[in-house]
């Protein structure tokens, strides 16, 4: 059984940083790649950052390039998501997500690449 955990969302100023952490457990954390998804209220849930099973290969939506940056620790069945120079546009729940397949290399922004997600950890940016 595949299990996420995020934490490190929170109440920050616009201007502001977070980090964000998910935790895997349940199978070879190396062997996938990961993502970060977020949804705000009245919203469909979307594509943030994404990172290769390898770490070589990371991809970005356009909305956060240059501000955010994803990142894994394989000794530690970590991904990371480091939020800088944060907007009130990116209020959302943020959402950790795990690739079905392995060592996979196909469209990492769709939803359908993924087959576990956290629970997911609110980010509240006030202006």
């Known amino acids: 059984q595949v299990q996420l955990v995020e934490s490190g969302g929170g109440l920050v100023q616009a201007g502001g940083s977070l980090r964000l952490s998910c935790a895997a457990s349940?199978?070879?954390?190396?062997?996938?790649?990961m993502g970060w998804f977020r949804q705000a209220p009245g919203k469909e849930r979307e594509f943030v950052a994404a990172?290769?099973?390898?770490?070589?290969?990371?991809y970005y939506a356009d909305s956060v390039k240059g501000r955010f940056t994803i990142s894994r620790d394989n000794a530690k069945n970590t991904v990371y998501l480091q939020m800088n120079s944060l907007k009130p546009e990116d209020t959302a729940v943020y959402y950790c997500?795990?690739?079905?397949?392995?060592?996979?290399?196909?469209?990492?922004?769709?939803?359908?690449?993924?087959?576990?997600w956290g629970q997911g950890t609110q980010v509240t940016v006030s202006s």
């Open positions: 990172i290769s099973w390898i770490g070589v290969n990371t």
């Open positions: 349940g199978r070879t954390f190396s062997a996938y790649g």
């Open positions: 997500a795990a690739q079905r397949d392995r060592y996979y290399n196909g469209n990492a922004y769709s939803t359908v690449a993924y087959a576990y």
